[in-house]
């Protein structure tokens, strides 16, 4: 068995609007696939790939306040200044910078629609 690769699903009210968030504020790519039987967003930035389905105006219920904690979506990165700074300028509104009590390095962002993106790294 050999797994290659995970993309994350997110079911957003308004997927244009969330497109325009992660195309403008991450950076991500968008290939649109709206007229398709199951519309669809694919957002692409590097070896990150996140989908963005219809949830039919359903709000998102973000992970902790489904389960009382977690993120959405965990992306391996070096979490440094510099992507700090990139946040900032963007005026993303960031939720935390901190070493984890599991030892990883991280900085957890909200998006649009309220999810929480963690970015992180194991420190040895």
């Known amino acids: 068995m050999n797994f290659q690769q995970t993309h ?32 669809h967003v694919c957002l692409y930035k590097d070896n990150i790939e996140i989908i963005l389905t219809d949830s039919t105006n359903r709000p998102v219920v973000p992970n902790r306040v489904l389960y009382g904690y977690g993120y959405d979506i965990y992306i391996i990165t070096y979490p440094d200044e510099k992507l700090i700074d990139y946040f900032k300028n963007q005026n993303l509104k960031i939720i935390k910078e901190s070493t984890s009590d599991y030892n990883n390095k991280e900085i957890v962002i909200e998006d649009i629609d309220g999810r929480w993106l963690c970015f992180g790294v194991k420190i040895k």
């Open 8 to 39: 994350s699903i997110f079911p957003v009210p308004d997927i244009e609007k969330t497109t325009e968030f992660y195309t403008n504020k991450l950076g991500f790519r968008a290939e649109k696939y709206l007229t398709c039987t199951e519309p």
